[in-house]
Every structure is written in C-alpha cells, then in structure tokens.
C-alpha cells in the first residue's frame, strides 16, 4: 500500500455505532499496511478482530490487506475528528495471509536489485524504499535526489525483471523521514510516520510566538526541518498572546506603570518592569484591568 499516496495489545470489540444508511453495525479499527507504516483508520462489519490480524481493505488501486494495530474510536461520535480512511471488507485467508506474510521479502528483493542496477548505471540517486502492490499490478521505488534523474533505462531494466509496472517516486526529506520512520525528541515515534497524513506549513515564526529557543537542534527533527508539531499548539498561543498588552507597550494598573517585557502564554500573565526598573509578574486578571498609557500621556 502506498502510504505517500494516504491517514500494547488490545483485546475486545471494535468501537461501533450505526451506519447511516442503514442499520447494520459498523465497528472501527487502526491499521497498517506495512509494519513500520502510518496508521490509518479502518470501518467494517466484522467485530472481534484484535491486535496482529489481518483484514482486506478497498484502496484506489484494488484491496490491501492491512495488519489490525488497535480499536479506534467512533469516527461519527462528537468530539471525533478521525476520518475513516478505508473499508475492511473481511478477514484475510489462510492463503492471502501467506502471501501478505512474503510482502517483505519480496519488496527487499527488489530493493537489492533496484539498488544494483542504480550503481550500475551510475545515476545520482539514493534508493529509500520499495512497496509492491499485494495484487502485483505495480512496484513503487521512492528515492532522493538533489536535481532531476535520468532513470528511464533503470526502469526498462526493472520491467524486465519484475515483468510489472514500475513507477519511480522522487521525494523530499520529510517524506523521506516519513517513509524511514524514527523516535523523536519527545521519545515517541515520529508524527509523520505514524499519524500525520499530511505536512503542513512550518515557519520560524510558530516557534517565536510559543517562546521556543531559536536553537535549530531544538526545534528541528530527524529531517533538519522544523519540528511538524510547531503547528499543534500555534493557534492556540497566537490566541492567548493576542488578547494580551503587547511587549512593548505601556499599561497602568492601580497607579503605576509597566512596561511589559514578556508574555507568559501558559500562565496567562506577562512580565513588566515599573517606573524603578524593578521585574513583576502581572496575573491574568490585572493585566485585563489594566489600561494602556498611550504616548504623550505622563509615563513618568
């Protein structure tokens, strides 16, 4: 399954709720198609499926089986922004789990080759990795390069090989460390490679605004790009500092006046320094019963 393309052991019944067109059961699952893939949310009739079995789902490109990870949440229950990615039409059988199970070596096998003729050919490209579609009908081979790659003889050769359709994918670096997978800082594994469907847009700017160090080795991941997860709490702080007084800016409260120096987004309060250029801390509450000292009034 091509995942560029898509979204402990845990025993029990699938989370369910009632389809809407009519009144059998559906029950939700998270799934992968390749053991170290992203995990994408499944719906099905079948109940009782747990952790390591193995179900056929309907992609673009015909049914995958895909390897049971956990229960997910109902994807319609309020609250539930999970999307269902995919339709588990039933479990896979003795023969189709076989043939799942050869997946692997026969995507390493076409690796080693892919990775010989490249030298062969001498071509300025660096192999990443190799899905086969469970049907046959293709081979992707994802690589990196710094500029555009000549690499139709490399393909005629591959046809011959595998006799199947070969497509190669060029990708960037974040799709490479998606593909690759890999723990974080924060000790867990990657979002890319686990959860996240999409990237979105990363700038200098989210780190500033959530007074994160300026640091690269701080705030860039596995990939040397900013850190994805710049993006989760973003809104929220661009929020909070909004409402309060800018750094900056001057503001009275029970007489006297501060500058403020610094936004304390999680506690709700700022820095400032008074007429004696001593620091303090003003609470949520002050700040907002606060008024500003606009220039020309008496800020001495």
């Keep these: 399954m091509s995942e560029v393309n898509q979204d402990t052991k845990s025993q029990g019944h699938g989370t ?24 994408f949310t499944v719906q099905s009739r079948v109940q009782n499926l747990t ?33 269902v990615s995919f339709v588990a039409t039933r ?27 490249i030298k062969k050919l001498h071509l300025p490209m660096q192999l990443i990795r190799v899905e086969r579609f469970f049907n046959g009908s293709k081979i992707i081979f994802y690589f ?71 640091n690269p080795t701080k705030i860039s991941g596995l990939c040397n790009r900013l850190l994805c997860c710049l993006t989760y709490e973003y809104d929220w702080y661009s929020k909070i500092k909004k409402a309060m007084p800018r750094v900056g800016k001057s503001i009275s409260y029970k007489g006297d006046v501060f ?7 999680i506690q709700q309060s700022i820095m400032a320094v008074n007429r004696e250029g001593e620091e303090v801390t003003l609470s949520e509450d002050q700040w907002k ?12």
Excluded: W
């Excluded at 974080?184 to 780190?207: D, H, N, P, T, Y």
């Excluded at 019963?289 to 001495?300: D, T």
């Design 289 to 300: 019963e606060a008024q500003p000292v606009h220039k020309g009034s008496a800020e001495k």
């Design 91 to 117: 479990r896979a059988n003795r023969e189709e789990e076989e043939k799942y199970g050869r997946l692997p070596s026969l995507e390493n096998e076409a690796f080693a080759k892919c990775h010989e003729e």
């Design 259 to 265: 500058k403020v120096i610094r936004h304390l987004a």
């Design 144 to 214: 990196t390069a710094e500029s555009r790659v000549d690499f139709r003889e490399l393909v005629k050769k591959l046809v011959q090989e595998f006799r199947t359709r070969v497509e190669m994918r060029q990708i960037g670096v974040r799709h490479e460390t998606q593909i690759i997978g890999g723990i974080g800082a924060c000790g867990r594994e990657l979002c890319c490679s686990s959860f996240l469907k999409k990237f979105e847009s990363v700038s200098i700017k989210m780190a500033k605004t959530q007074d994160l160090p300026l």
């Design 51 to 83: 952790t390591g079995d193995t179900v056929i789902a309907k992609t673009d490109h015909g049914s995958e089986p895909a390897r049971i990870v956990r229960r997910a949440p109902d994807a319609t229950e309020p609250g539930t922004q999970r999307r």
């Design 16 to 39: 369910q709720s009632k389809g809407t067109d009519n009144n059998d059961t559906f029950y939700y699952y998270l799934v992968r198609f390749r053991e170290m893939g992203q995990e």
